[in-house]
Nanobody, 127 residues
Framework: QVQLVESGGGLVQAGGSLRLSCAAS????????MGWFRQAPGKEREFVAA????????YYADSVKGRFTISRDNAKNMLYLQMSSLKLEDTALYYC????????????????????WGQGTQVTVSS
């Protein structure tokens, strides 16, 4: 089993930045993609960003492209999301997720590709 724990959320003013972290534990061996999803109040959970096992490929939702940067440190079993130029619309509960098999191309954007999920960390952006 794989356990994921997010951290780094908080309250930030619009235009500010925040860095989210996700620590993975358990059987983290094998190739996998990792991603960030978010769920705003009253809305469905949506894809934010994803990264391949090697970190060579990254994927972003159009709404965050150019503002967010996803990265991973496999040696430390860590996933990160650097968020900048934050907007009110970024307010949401952010989830870290991991696949249990290789994922190619646009499949990284599919929520159903991810088998392991964290509990989420809240990000609130104020104006």
């Amino acid at each position: 089993q794989v356990q994921l724990v997010e951290s780094g959320g908080g309250l930030v003013q619009a235009g500010g930045s925040l860095r989210l972290s996700c620590a993975a534990s358990g059987r983290t061996f094998g190739s996998s993609a990792m991603g960030w999803f978010r769920q705003a109040p009253g809305k469905e959970r949506e894809f934010v960003a994803a990264i391949s096992w090697s970190g060579g490929s990254t994927y972003y939702a159009d709404s965050v492209k150019g503002r967010f940067t996803i990265s991973r440190d496999n040696a430390k079993n860590m996933l990160y999301l650097q968020m900048s130029s934050l907007k009110l619309e970024d307010t949401a509960l952010y989830y870290c997720a991991r696949t249990n098999r290789p994922v190619a191309g646009g499949a990284h954007r599919r929520e159903k590709e991810y088998q392991y999920w964290g509990q989420g960390t809240q990000v609130t952006v104020s104006s």
